[in-house]
């Protein structure tokens, strides 16, 4: 197996188009577990570590472009405030020593429908830049971005580059439940955003179907009801009927199975109450802020 | 962890390092450092790697295995089969029933059936898939509780029934005037010990192997790799290797007999290891069972009857179902004073994995069932969960339910009253959102928390039951070396990680009044230790060794009596110097022995136990008791189901802390444990297979989950034992968890009938 190091972005792009025999590796804690377990023996790895531009984050006009090598350690520390809801999901991911390696270009990468970083970048509408050495670059909305069962939208010669997501411009919120209090693969998650500025409502949902994936109706509810409420200008109360009913949209969104985690009864109904505790919390900071 | 045992501190390292004091473990720093020496970094510089190929089905007939591709892979040394076992196709640690190598049938998924050795480790992987065996799948009996029904296929000849242990003792048609009654049942928890299964087996020149291996009994490896090598035993010598840990999941063989036969066959060192998938295939688990339970009593609470009916999955071989079965009997119905009783207590084969011993070993799961009925009477006559229990607990004195005499502390009461007094833990701190059920997942911020408070105790069994003739070897020598006393002290007792090797060492401080102790290598050139298991090394490894001590110190006493010209009842051993009975030093050590060693071997047994009455299951099966009890309390989010541990606080009697640090790491370690099994750790098999095995899905506690516990360690000495220790490793890991489980039924308002607790149990849905 070869190890290929590129030190450019345009090394490691001219690398993925002559190797496609390889797999990219960032932090590696999805491709060694692959490795150990002898399900993959690629022809080469390319490693993405040495690549400065992938490790950088930038502020752009309303949007965080975040490098796709960026660890969710330093997510936590340096994002809290522009991504929340990202720096909430990345504070749940595995250890602090796999939070240390692992990346959300790698999430992204192996787009797996329990990965944490998904159901964040859905809510707050990111877009995933790509890019390969023969097309450039291209940008892909998050939610076309996931087209099945741990694939995704990626050509064999292109690399994430980054994912651009929107500043928060409201209260992001997001939860994870497991069967143990830390170090855990979700057996559903859910994350929500308030856009107050554009009057709208983010979504997604993590482990309760074949792809991360939004509950559009579940938003689109909300949004209306709030709107028609006057709320969204009153600042008033959420009325629990309204976070109830939005939970049951958020449930109904999902299309969950039964295995090993969990059973699809129990996904759909711990998504209906993180739903509706979420967005209760995120209303009231929205609140606590005006 | 804020910890406090008994009166003592537990931080303190006392120089001296005699019974009672707690010196540092000389793994400790090595384990925390990373730099011990686990089977799994042997290493020797020609050596060369087995695997082994296992059954993918659950049950099946084996048509034909066809090494030949296999063999023409580079690299590849040997393919072996069940044709290439030596001796006799058969091991097993109470009856030999399981192949070394499936021949004709596979009976679980898991089983092996070919080896491979090649100069690396992935050539033998890929070689191993190259071995094209033809099977011809068969029906599986993979529900324990139609195991026994006539048109169940027989796992073995002639049916699938282990053990069925009846015990009957005074009216067993009993009648009461408060009746409570429950099913409960247990899922199949592992060991999941850090270390996963291996060994390296050499060959030597006089046409015998060494073999250097994790394990829990160096002897009864032996005796089976020498009926399955087919050599006499000075020819199959086994050496500890760094085990990391065990919890009962290395009593039964595993890389031993098929690294050796590489060995043997290959001329070359043989290096086994199995990955953290394969060891979940590797080794037997802690037996699922299904339990119905009933209890009569009065109307003041007071026990009149209980019966029990216990199914326990043994899998597709014996390995030491029946005496867990036993212990699933003789103490399933806890510590508690009962006049009148029927126990049933069943042990079947399946097509599911082997199980066989774990930490607890038939009273863990017995005690969820008798410990959420005692729950279950405190309610029906107005009772809390402790009175009930202080009112029905055994005494000293007492009588259990197989007619054996508790002859020495019993106390029950006294446990519950002291977790019950201890302090509570405060009000849930909400700022912090690790304390909340859910942790980090951040799924509620006070919303659907309810805190709820359990209580368990229990009583298991100390060493080896029914008759067993159960010893341990020690052999001490006592010599000058540099001018400087030096014991050294060899037994073939298994150091697991449980802190043995220190306690030894402590032993021989204290008879022989050296410093400077020498544990020699673990290894078969001594007499067996007997089991690192059912809590007993201490009690009896740790009696040969002060039994050695006394025979090497009265050889030296009379030596020096005849010097000095005093009478050998007026000397002792102090400070590597002969001293009179006021502490007068007399003369040194050196002057006595001179250039002389003196070396004593001893074999130790304990109290005999004897056989169960087959019919009514009585008799005095157990050499000791020991006790303890747990207070859990717990916050539930009822309404998803998540549950964070709060508290779990404990009393346990010890009969004597020989090391109180050592002491609290087990009432720790096996709380965890226990802990682990009420509310995540379970092997998922559907229809034979084994959907969990990784630590991806077999969940066991982190830091987040375990909360720090107050320990209380009371020393109430068995006058039969050697300091009058009692076992301490699993009790902890038996009141544990039905403690837990208790505190998440009174916080959720529900039976929960099942552990692991899983989300949906508590929610409905
Ligand atoms: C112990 C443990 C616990 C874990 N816990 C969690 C958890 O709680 N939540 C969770 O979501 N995940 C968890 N994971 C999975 C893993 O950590 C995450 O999926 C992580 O985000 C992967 O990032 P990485 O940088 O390590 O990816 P890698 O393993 O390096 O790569 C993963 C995939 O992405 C591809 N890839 C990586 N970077 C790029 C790129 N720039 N362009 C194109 N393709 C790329 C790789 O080729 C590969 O297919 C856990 C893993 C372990 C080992």
Known sequence: MDFLQPTSWTDALAARAERPDAVAIAGGTDVMVDLNFDRRRPGALLDLGRVPELREWAAEDGWVRLGAGVPYSRIIEELAIQLPGLAMASRTVGSPQIRIRATVGGNLGSASPAGDAHPPLLAAGAVVEVQSAARGARRIPAEEFYTGVKRNALAPDELIAAVLVPTAAGPQQFCKVGTRNAMVIAVSAFACALHPDRKTVGTGIGSAAPTPRRAPDAEDFLAGELQAAGLWDSRGRLPEELARAFGERVAAAA????????????????????????????WNDLREAA | MSTEAGTRTTTTTQPSGRVGDSPLRPDGTLKVTGEFAYASDLWHDDMVWGVTLRSPHPHARIRGIDIAEALTVPGVIAVLTADDVPGENAVGLEHADQPVLASEFVRYEGEPVALVAADHPETARRAAQRIHVEYEVLPAVTDPRRAMDDDAPAVHQPGNLVRHLTLRRGDPDATAPVV????????????????????????????????????????????????????????????????????????????????????????????????????????????????????????????????????????????????????????????????????????????????????????VQAAYAHEALMDELAEAVGLDPVAIRQLNGMREGDTNITGQVIDSAAPVAELLQIVRDMPMPPPADTSDIRSRPGAVG????????????????????????????????????????????????????????????????????????????????????????????????????????????????????????????????????????????????????????????????????????????????????????????????????????????????????????????????????????????????????????????????????????????????????????????????????????????????????????????????????
Not at chain 1, 256 to 264: E, L, N, T
Not at chain 2, 246 to 259: N, P
Not at chain 2, 638 to 664: F, R, S, W
Request: proline residues 5%; glycine residues 12%; aromatic residues 6%.
């Open chain 1, 255 to 282: 299309s969950p199975i039964d295995d090993v985690r969990g059973s699809a009864a129990y996904r759909r109904h711990s998504l209906s109450v993180m739903a509706r505790r979420a967005v209760t919390w995120a």
């Open chain 2, 180 to 363: 409570v009654s429950l099913d409960f049942e247990v899922g199949m928890q592992d060991q999941a010990f850090l270390g996963p299964e291996s060994g390296l087996a050499v060959p030597a020149e006089d046409g015998g192997v060494d073999l250097y291996v994790a394990t829990q009994w160096l002897h009864v490896d032996q005796r089976q790799m020498c009926l399955a090598l087919g050599m006499p035993k000075e020819l199959v010598r086994l050496h500890l290797a760094g085990v990391g840990g065990a919890f009962g999941g290395r009593e039964d063989l595993s890389v031993h007999v098929h690294a050796s036969m590489l060995a043997l066959r290959t001329g070359r060192p043989v290096k086994m290891s199995y990955g953290r998938e394969e060891s979940f295939f590797g080794h037997v688990h802690r037996h699922p069972a299904w339990m119905t339970y009933e209890f009569g009593a009065e109307r003041d609470g007071t026990l009149v009857y209980a019966r029990a009916r216990t199914v326990l999955d043994g899998g597709a071989y014996a390995s030491s179902t029946a005496a867990v079965v036993g212990n699933a009997g003789t103490l399933g119905l806890g510590p508690y004073r009962i006049p009148n009783v029927a126990v049933d207590a069943y042990g079947v084969f399946t097509n599911n994995p082997p199980c066989g011993a774990m930490r607890g070993f038939g009273c």
């Open chain 2, 442 to 765: 951040n799924t509620t911020h006070g919303e659907g928390v309810v805190r709820g408070v359990g209580y368990a105790v229990t009583y298991k069994n100390v060493g080896f039951s029914e008759g067993f003739d159960d010893y341990s070897t020690a052999r001490v020598r006592l010599e000058m070396t540099g001018g400087e006393a030096v014991a050294t002290v060899h037994t073939a007792a298994a150091e697991v990680g449980q802190g043995l090797i220190t306690v030894e060492q402590q032993i021989c401080r204290t008879e022989l009044g050296v410093e400077r102790v020498v544990v020699h290598p673990k290894n078969t050139a001594v007499g067996s230790g007997g089991s690192t298991s059912a809590s007993r090394q201490t009690y009896v490894t740790g009696g040969a060794v002060k039994a050695a001590c006394e025979a090497v110190r009265a050889v030296v006493l009379e030596r020096a009596a005849l010097s000095l010209g005093r009478p050998a009842n007026e000397l002792r051993l102090d400070g590597g110097k002969i001293v009179g009975s006021s502490g007068e030093v007399l003369v040194g050590l050196g002057e006595v022995l001179g250039e002389d060693a003196v070396e004593e071997t001893v074999e130790y047994r304990h109290r005999p136990t004897h056989a169960i009455d087959p019919e009514t299951g009585q008799g005095d099966a157990h050499v000791q008791f020991a006790f303890s009890a747990h207070r859990a309390v717990v916050d539930v989010d009822v309404e998803l189901g998540l549950v964070k541990v709060v508290a779990l606080d404990t009393a346990q009697d010890v009969g004597k802390a020989i090391n109180p640090d050592a002491v609290v790491g087990q009432i720790q370690g096996g709380s965890a444990q226990g802990m682990g099994l009420a509310l995540m750790e379970e092997i998922v098999v559907t229809d034979g297979h084994v959907r969990n095995p990784s630590f991806t899905d077999y969940l066991i506690p982190t830091i987040l989950d375990m909360p720090p516990m107050q320990v209380k360690v009371l020393e109430y000495a068995d006058p039969h034992a050697p300091y009058g220790v009692r076992g301490v490793g699993e009790p902890p890991t038996i009141s544990s968890g039905p403690a837990v489980a208790a505190a998440v039924r009174a916080a959720a308002g529900k039976p929960l009938r099942r552990v692991p607790i899983r989300p949906e149990h508590i929610t409905g849905t």
